[in-house]
């Protein structure tokens, strides 16, 4: 079965600090990951999928298929990445399994 | 605003009442998806159409239904509501409905609470 875990459900850190959000996947078949974020008051968004190799707003996430693992990182965190970040898998279709995701706090 | 949308955004109804919550997808998706949000339980996908056509089911009840228009767009039927139906319920939509992954655009969602 497709599950994904965030095991932090709260994180905070510095301004200027490194951030690491952690996301493990138990997934049958080839896994294609995500990364969707939250900001206040806004809509969920996707923020990158581990296809594209991208940076965004400086987070990279790497697929690491021998720890089974996505983590989300950003070498400085900045105030405006407080939000609330999930990591779905995709399970057939088009369907994205979200979970409880893991809200980010940035303090100044 | 040619993103999703989504009415009405506040739905305050009592437990055994039945509502309907509307979602427009962006121009040209024919997918929509409709996801219940909660405290606990995290965001959980309920149901994916396209096209017109129930494409796959998720974690939604049986009183609970949902359906897409020729014009696109989908409506999502709590009947029976209880106190622990009260979530943030959000609609996306994306351009096709299966094969390689499309981005899905999340709609700002409709709050309901059910007293």
């Known amino acids: 079965a497709q599950r994904v875990t965030q095991p932090e459900k709260l994180l905070s850190v510095f301004k200027g600090a490194p951030v690491e959000l952690k996301c493990n996947y138990s997934y049958s078949g080839s896994p294609e990951l995500f990364w969707y974020v939250q900001y206040s008051r806004q809509r969920l968004q996707l923020l990158l999928r581990h296809i594209s190799r991208e940076s965004i707003k400086g987070f990279t996430a790497d697929l690491n298929k021998g720890e089974t693992s996505f983590h989300l990182k950003k070498p400085f965190a900045q105030e405006e990445d407080s939000a609330m970040y999930y990591c779905?898998?995709?399970?057939?279709?088009?369907?994205?399994?979200f979970g409880t995701g893991t809200r980010l706090t940035v303090i100044p | 605003d040619s993103g999703v949308t989504q009415t009405p955004k506040h739905l305050i109804t009592a437990t055994g009442q039945r509502v309907t919550l509307r979602c427009s997808p962006r121009s040209g998706d024919l997918s929509v998806y409709w996801y219940q949000q909660s405290l606990d339980q995290g965001l959980q996908f309920l149901i994916q159409?396209?096209?017109?056509?129930?494409?796959a089911k998720g974690n939604i009840l049986e009183r609970f239904s949902a359906q897409q228009f020729p014009d696109l767009h989908s409506e999502l039927n709590l009947s029976s509501l209880e106190l622990g139906d009260s979530a943030l319920y959000f609609c996306?939509?994306?351009?096709?409905?299966?094969?390689?992954?499309?981005?899905?655009?999340f709609g700002p969602g409709t709050r309901l609470t059910v007293l």
């Open positions: 996306a939509s994306s351009v096709g409905g299966s094969g390689d992954v499309d981005t899905q655009y």
């Open positions: 779905p898998p995709r399970a057939g279709a088009n369907n994205l399994f």
């Open positions: 159409y396209y096209n017109g056509e129930e494409r």
